[in-house]
């Protein structure tokens, strides 16, 4: 029996999926990125971190599909993702509050795709519970249909202890995340910024605009950054997961009177 190979229609897109002569039916990773609204980047880093994560390395393989371009049929091997665990690593990808501001789309797919995509899939291949029974008899495997489901319950209970696990870590990780503030070398970088900023909208510090106004400029800026990131009343203070944001801050800041 070949590989099958199929492209399932989802939320607008396509999940391309293969069913392997073993009955595994596994998820082209870097379709599904780019279909979520990833770049490029960032799906060449989910493919780098499912080959490296403990539960995921396991659970992954590059398969060889031929594909229709144009008039020309292509050959290439892909990394695929294992059914079983395609909802495990969707739900690693970490869902910020920046990536909701920047690419709402995006942030809103990877939603639908960590609820619905495994479903999605595995009913493309087995749409129902006979036919499943039917492919194992027609493969051999119908005395280990029982030993295979106690397998099977077994790695959801795995799963389900992964699961928790990297919940309690995450919460951990949150509660010192929310605690720390900007390093020296992070302070001295934004200090750097908004120097360059207030001297480029006072034409230079050897301008007279300069010499009059900078001071009230650097106050009204730092007291704006403070208040849009709710630094209380240091700056310094500053939450580290909000540093490149506040690059992006002082890079178009203009001076508002109080």
Known sequence: MN??????????????????????????????????GLSEGQARKQVENIQTEAVLKSNCRYLAIVQTEGTREV???????NEEVVTLW???????????????????????????????????????????FTFHQSTGLDGEIVELKQKLDMTVIQLNNVEETLDYQNEKFNAVMDNMTLT??????????????VNYLLGGAHSREYKENSKMYFINLWNGLKERFNC??????????????????ISTWEYTEN
Request: with cysteine.
């Open 90 to 132: 969707l739900a690693k990808i970490t869902l910020t509050d920046r990536m909701k501001e920047k690419n709402p789309k995006a942030y809103d797919t990877l939603i639908k795709y960590q609820l619905k995509a495994a479903k999605v899939l595995h009913k493309a291949f087995y749409a129902s519970e006979e036919q499943k």
């Open 75 to 81: 050959k290439r091997e892909q990394l695929f993702l």
């Open 232 to 249: 209380g009343s240091r700056w310094q203070d500053l939450n580290p997961k909000y540093f490149n944001e506040a690059f992006d801050y």
């Open 184 to 197: 020296t070398v992070q302070q001295g970088k934004l200090q750097r910024a908004v120097k360059e900023r």
């Open 3 to 36: 590989q099958e190979i199929r492209e399932i229609p989802f939320d607008g897109n396509t999940l391309l999926g293969v069913k392997t002569p073993d009955g595994k039916v596994w998820l082209a990773v870097r379709k599904c990125c780019l279909d979520i």
